[in-house]
T-cell receptor
């Protein structure tokens, strides 16, 4: 089946630093989604991407849909303590099914 | 607009028992998906229902089943529980013709 490789697995950064994480796949996706999950909660949708090459921002977050449709990245600028959590990428195909990466655990040191 | 609601939030069951989890989607969403989340395996897709029909299925044993009602509410059932079924079970609903998934808070199932 389809698999997503999400990296890095974890990051420990200082408040104010920028963060970058990415997902790659051997398969083509029609949609790339980025989620954030806080402990004990369900994932919350941050950004949705629909076209190859698309670059979308949501506040301090910026994500891009790779030209090959097999990858996507998420950048967080000027990190703050509340950015702590697990970030997931998800690729969507024509069958409405999402495939998730294993997540990036982000820790921000105040 | 109310979000996705899952009940119960927490559940403790004994090996061999069965369990039923419930999910109410966002109003207007007809697609409901279920995921199992464990620390080692991440989010694993169980199945997806659309208009009361199972449209997609993951690679889980037949002990895991689900259904969707005419009001789009969904339930999933796990029979003959095993210790390894302990996990956070997440339900997500999607708008028509869209893959964006909106998650509930999950049901934390512990099998002892």
């Amino acid at each position: 089946g389809q698999q997503l490789n999400q990296s890095p697995q974890s990051m420990f950064i200082q408040e104010g630093e920028d963060v970058s994480m990415n997902c790659t796949s051997s398969s083509i996706f029609n949609t790339w989604l980025w989620y954030k999950q806080d402990p004990g909660e369900g994932p919350v949708l941050l950004i949705a991407l629909y076209k190859a090459g698309e670059l979308t921002s949501n506040g301090r977050l910026t994500a891009q849909f790779g030209i090959t449709r097999k990858d996507s990245f998420l950048n967080i600028s000027a990190s703050i303590p509340s950015d702590v959590g697990i970030y997931f990428c998800a690729g969507g195909g024509s069958n409405y099914k999402l495939t998730f990466g294993k997540g990036t655990l982000l820790t921000v040191n105040p | 607009k109310a979000g996705v609601t899952q009940t119960p939030r927490y559940l403790i069951k004994t090996r061999g028992q069965q369990v039923t989890l419930s999910c109410s989607p966002i109003s207007g969403h007809r697609s409901v998906s279920w995921y199992q989340q464990t620390p080692g395996q991440g989010l694993q897709f169980l199945f997806e229902y659309f208009s009361e029909t199972q449209r997609n299925k993951g690679n889980f044993p037949g002990r895991f089943s689900g259904r969707q009602f005419s009001n789009s509410r969904s339930e999933m059932n796990v029979s003959t529980l095993e210790l390894g079924d302990s996990a956070l079970y997440l339900c997500a609903s999607s708008p028509p013709a869209n893959t964006e998934a909106f998650f509930g808070q999950g049901t934390r199932l512990t099998v002892v």
